[in-house]
């Protein structure tokens, strides 16, 4: 990435940063860094001009920038700004949802900024009624100097989720990878119905037995029948549920992958299963599948 002057920091002050002040007495030291402390703050402040500026000037800042410098340039700028959240005691996640934040008024329209910026240029304008037109024909129905979507894509590839966030999005994806599947879940909800009438059904019973009532085979035929009811059905719900998603989840991705690719299910079940002796014999070609 080229070095110029024209930068966060003045080319002498560069220069002795890298050489640790070594150079220049107590006083100019002191002098220094209340500039460069001056001019970091102001540089940080400007990202707030600069978060929604077109993606073709972001892209074209750095176009001819060497990749890996640009790497390096970008990975120092995170973790100086890193370090400086810390020693402010700003919270991590109120950072990130602050700038999630403007990103969504960065799409919708709606930073006063830019909109003092634009009035000060009518204000500047010796042809106030032309310099007004411009104004209103770059300010959307909200106030904000509107910005072509298309000049604002990157907007959307930027993760802006927060840390709880993000474990919440990683522990979702990883219960749906190795997690029961939908219809084995239903299929355990009915079978928790069936069992719920089992132990019912069971404790009337032992009832009975051990304390003499009458709550099995006394005349609660209704009961009993909608407890051996509930535990049909229940029973039946999970064989239905678990034969649906077997069908939906495999047998039917295994067909549709039977019928487009015969040959390659073919090779592989004669490879599996056939004696190496007979491959020999075989009228087609039965060479190894790839896997």
């Given amino acids: 990435m080229k070095r110029k002057s024209a930068s966060l920091l003045t080319k002498t002050q560069r220069r002795r940063v890298r050489e640790g002040f070594t150079d220049v007495d107590d006083a100019k030291r002191r002098r220094d860094q209340q500039r460069i402390r001056d001019r970091l703050q102001s540089g940080v402040a400007d990202f707030r001009l600069l978060d929604d500026y077109p993606d073709d000037q972001l892209a074209g800042a750095f176009e001819d920038a060497d990749e890996a410098d640009l790497v390096e340039s970008l990975a120092a700028a995170h973790l100086t700004l890193e370090r400086a959240r810390t020693l402010q005691g700003v919270d991590r996640e109120r950072v990130v949802r602050t700038a999630r934040e403007r990103a969504l008024a960065a799409s919708q329209g709606d930073d006063p900024e830019e909109r003092a910026a634009v009035e000060s240029v009518v204000d500047a304008s010796d042809d106030t009624r032309s310099a007004e037109a411009v104004l209103d024909s770059r300010l959307d129905t909200d106030g904000r100097v509107s910005v072509a979507a298309e000049e604002l894509a990157s907007l959307g590839d930027v993760d802006l989720r927060t840390r709880t966030e993000r474990g919440a999005a990683t522990a979702r994806e990883t219960s749906e990878r190795v997690g029961p599947s939908r219809w084995l879940r239903w299929a355990n909800t009915s079978m928790l119905v069936a069992a ?96």
């Fill in 196 to 291: 719920v009438s089992l132990w019912f059904t069971t404790l009337f019973w032992l009832s009975d037995r051990l304390f003499g009532t009458r709550l099995w085979e006394g005349g609660f035929d209704a009961i009993n029948a909608v407890l051996f009811g509930t535990m049909g059905l229940g029973v039946a719900g999970w064989v239905a549920l678990v034969t649906l998603g077997v069908v939906r989840d495999r047998a039917v991705p295994f067909v549709v992958s039977l019928t487009e690719r015969p040959r390659r299910h073919a090779r592989r079940i004669w490879y599996r299963w056939m004696p190496p002796a007979l491959r020999a014999a075989a009228p087609i070609d039965v060479s190894r599948p790839r896997e």
